[in-house]
């Protein structure tokens, strides 16, 4: 029972983080590090993963499952951006053996990083003249490559570098929540294809861990998009740098 209790802790960090730019894998580090819970084959965090990837859905069931206006996921125009957007990801992910980073001091290092980068990037913002397109997603895919190291926030990198790029703000939001959808679906499947599966988490855990996760993720993606009607990015640059320092 402690252990699902565990579980269900981390699934809602993850939740609650993963849509913050706060880094839901940094969080996942230093929380699976405080609850002493180890995995092996298959990650609690893709588990996590797939709960949010849930509550994007629900979120975004408007515009996701649809392709009648070109912001719409399945309208063609969306597809190839997501497709420009995901290659330097997978080119990251075979370069870097990027499992070695995920410890406790690393992480450390990274939360800090990632809350200096989005506060300069919010101080940027509207740099520059963007539009949504083959260009302007392939640097978005820079900015997401990066997050794959732990501490790193994917979302935090590719909305403060969209706003910085000029890109109209909600759609940069929900074009950022689009963007983890591939890269979620392929990270799944490489877990599949080369770990040992999900045999480390027994069932009961993994629904708690997944139900968590995906309650708290569709909560904290609704704060969120609220939250930047009238707030800017730099106060969760500040949260990373504290939680760095006291971590």
């Not at 960090?13 to 609850?35: A, C, K, N, R």
């Not at 092996?40 to 996701?64: K, P």
């Not at 200096?116 to 101080?123: D, E, Q, R, V």
């Not at 990270?187 to 995906?214: H, K, P, R, T, W």
Request: aromatic fraction near 18%; hydrophobic fraction near 55%; charge should be negative.
């Amino acid at each position: 029972m402690n252990e699902l209790i565990n579980y269900i802790i981390l699934g809602i960090i993850q939740g609650l983080t993963e849509f913050f730019p706060v880094s839901s894998s940094g969080h996942l580090v230093l929380f699976q590090d405080y609850l002493k819970i180890t995995n092996e084959g298959a990650s609690a965090e893709i588990i996590a993963h797939f709960g949010t990837l849930f509550s994007i859905l629900l979120f975004y069931r408007s515009s996701f499952f649809s392709s009648t206006n070109e912001d719409d996921f399945f309208n063609i125009k969306t597809i190839k951006l997501l497709a420009i957007s995901t290659i330097p990801a997978i080119i990251f992910g075979l370069i870097f053996d990027f499992e070695q980073f995920f410890n406790y001091s690393f992480v450390q290092y990274s939360l800090m990083a990632n809350g200096f980068l989005i506060i300069f990037m919010s101080l940027l913002k509207n740099s520059f003249s963007f539009d949504l397109n083959l260009k302007s997603a392939l640097l978005l895919g820079l900015f997401q490559s990066v997050a794959i190291f732990p501490g790193i926030s994917r979302s935090g990198m590719v909305i403060s570098s969209a706003l910085m790029l000029g890109l109209n703000k909600e759609k940069s939001i929900q074009y950022c929540f689009f963007m983890v959808v591939p890269i979620i679906i392929l990270s799944i499947v490489y877990e599949l294809l080369f770990s040992s599966g999900f045999e480390a988490i027994n069932i009961v855990d993994g629904i708690g861990l997944f139900v968590s996760s995906f309650i708290f993720g569709y909560l904290s993606l609704y704060f969120l998009v609220q939250f930047l009607k009238k707030f800017d990015f730099w106060w969760f640059g500040l949260y990373c740098i504290i939680v760095s320092i006291i971590s």
